[in-house]
């Protein structure tokens, strides 16, 4: 009987290969410890989200479109205000003065 090796470098486990990129990597991995001004992730979009959700499983579900969408541009403003960083209520103060643009000076 005649065995056929396999050619090439052996393939790695998903958990040797998430190793072998965090020692490669390992500057910019841990760079938030270093550098206070970048955050631990990277991941914006998914806090975003993530409030929607939350207040999809708290509700059960938005009663109509329009409020879903209201709900939506009052945490669009919020979120660029604290990426402004503006504090929310002062944002949200500013809003009701008809100053709403001061999260874009």
């Not at 938005?62 to 209201?70: I, K, L, M, W």
């Amino acid at each position: 009987e005649v065995t056929t090796k396999k050619r090439g470098r052996k393939k790695k486990t998903k958990v040797l290969n998430l190793i072998d990129r965090l020692v490669n990597y390992k500057a910019s991995v841990c760079l938030f410890i270093k550098n206070l001004c970048v955050p631990f992730d990277n991941n914006l979009a998914e806090r975003d989200l993530r409030m929607i959700k939350v207040k999809t499983k708290v509700s059960g579900c938005f009663r109509s479109e329009e409020g879903a969408q209201e709900y939506l541009t009052i945490m669009s403003y919020i979120g660029t205000a604290h990426k402004h960083g503006i504090n929310a209520f002062t944002a949200i103060r500013e809003a009701l003065l008809g100053n709403s643009d001061i999260i874009f000076n």
